[in-house]
């Protein structure tokens, strides 16, 4: 099985800016997409911690979304974006593997948005509102809510309907990882972090297992991504950073 070989590298202009929820958790599938490219690197950044209703503080409201990445005087802004930069301005160890590695990210990007998020994001609503600050919490109910349209009390009630959706959904990643360790290349690549940052922001937000521990291909996939995860958690991290429960 390859192994990522972690060097520490200073940049010392980096700046994360991080969505946070209650006990420090740090749940963002996008911010978890930069934080393991980010160590994937080896590179040192300063991480800032922002709720929601932080971000519009931000910048002078330039932007409405985290993840932010500063470089210096440079702003970026959406995680794809970010990758692309680190891999020009940091290219090694490379995110991308080979000619392809870009596009199949940025396809994989987007049918997560499409396909996967919003299944997951079903079977967790109301978990994530209750693990956030109170003015965040009346942010999300009334966003998340005008978007399902329904309390989240009642999107994530048939959640247990939705796991086998989930599950089905994902037999292309599953049908990738049947001969192989990781879905490009014989160690961890971004197109890795796309995926596994799903489970991060389920594990990070709910006690709700989203898949089923039967589905082997995918646990074992998960543990062995979580060994970047594991080499840089510290007891006092708490919720913030975790590897998977499968």
């Not at 086998?164 to 890795?192: E, K, M, N």
């Not at 940052?197 to 297992?209: K, L, N, P, R």
């Amino acid at each position: 099985m390859g192994r990522l070989t972690l060097t520490r590298r200073v940049a010392m202009s980096l700046l994360f800016y991080d969505l946070v929820g209650e006990d420090d958790r740090r749940f963002s599938p996008y911010c978890w997409r930069v934080r393991l490219a980010l160590w994937h690197k080896g590179l040192v950044f300063e991480e800032h911690a922002v709720r929601f209703t932080d971000i519009p503080q931000l910048y002078g409201g330039r932007f409405r979304t985290v993840p932010i990445l500063a470089d210096g005087k440079l702003l970026i802004n959406d995680s794809m974006a970010i990758a692309r930069y680190l891999e020009s301005a940091y290219p090694n160890p490379p995110l991308f593997e080979g000619g392809f590695g870009e596009p199949a990210c940025q396809f994989l990007t987007d049918w997560c948005a499409t396909e996967i998020h919003p299944l997951v994001a079903k079977m967790i609503a109301h978990d994530i509102f209750t693990r956030l600050s109170d003015d965040d919490q009346v942010y999300f109910r009334s966003t998340r809510e005008k978007r399902f349209g329904m309390p989240l009390e009642d999107v994530q009630a048939g959640r247990d309907l939705i796991r086998p959706q989930l599950a089905a959904a994902l037999s292309p990643v599953r049908g990738l990882l049947a001969h192989r360790d990781f879905l490009i290349g014989r160690a961890p690549t971004f197109a890795d972090y796309i995926i596994f940052s799903v489970f991060q922001w389920a594990e990070t937000m709910s006690d709700y297992s989203i898949l089923d521990d039967s589905d082997g291909v995918i646990n074992n996939w998960r543990r062995r991504c979580a060994s970047l995860v594991d080499a840089h958690a510290t007891p006092s991290a708490g919720a913030a950073l975790q590897s998977p429960r499968a």
